[in-house]
């Protein structure tokens, strides 16, 4: 085999295979037994994302102890907050550099992929009800970072909104980058959290 049909069949299975210093794709959901939270767990080529259900009352609780009105505190617990661990599982210092902005992120729920409702989405709402600074702030570090860069063995967490209500079921649909080439993966029948109540010793803040 020539050089020249070499370089095609490596470019050809790059293409289908992703970087070769990451591990293949995987995609998993799952149920705490103890809870019956559930989480769904992304592997795509350097990306690994996993998200895990929030109750409701969990958010609310967290964000009237940071200085929310229960109003406020309300009405962003029930925009389906999932907890997310995110994280560039490039197996080499030389993989891929992960590139994430979660407004190119978009939720189905049956009527047309939406985008998510964002960190800095809230904020005029937050200063139009006159929240203090010092809420404001904790929520803004509590919530997933809106855009990042991650570098192998980089990972981050915090709260992302997806925006229909409890119970409601959707399709997401991730974007990233590797080394600035754009990747997508869908994420089906995940479920945002019925708003239920749950003893406080069953699961962490």
């Known amino acids: 085999m020539g050089r020249f049909v070499r370089d095609l069949v490596l470019a050809a299975a790059l293409a289908v295979w992703g970087h070769p210093a990451v591990p293949a794709a995987e995609l998993s959901p799952r149920v705490d037994p103890d809870t019956g939270l559930a989480s769904w767990t992304l592997h795509e080529g350097a990306l690994s994302i996993e998200l ?22 309300d009405a962003f617990a029930r925009a389906c907050v999932f907890q997310a661990i995110i994280a560039n599982r490039a197996l080499t210092a030389q993989g891929p550099v992960v ?3 979660l407004r190119r992120w978009r939720v189905d729920a049956g009527q047309g992929p939406l ?33 990042q860069i991650y570098r192998p063995g980089d990972h981050g967490w915090g709260m992302i909104p997806f925006g229909p209500a409890p119970g409601t079921r959707f399709d997401l649909q991730v974007v990233w980058s590797e080394d600035g080439i754009e990747r997508t993966a869908q994420v089906p029948a995940m479920e945002c959290t019925p708003d239920r109540a749950i003893s406080p010793t069953d699961i962490s803040p």
Do not use: H, K, N, Y
């Open 52 to 73: 895990v259900q929030r109750l409701p009352d969990q958010t609310r609780a967290f964000f009237q102890a940071r200085g929310f009105p229960a109003a406020s505190a």
């Open 99 to 101: 590139g994430l902005d």
């Open 115 to 147: 985008p998510l409702p964002v960190q800095p989405t809230w904020q005029p709402r937050w200063e139009a009800q006159r929240l203090s600074q010092a809420a404001r702030i904790a929520f803004r570090w509590a919530l997933f970072p809106t855009e």
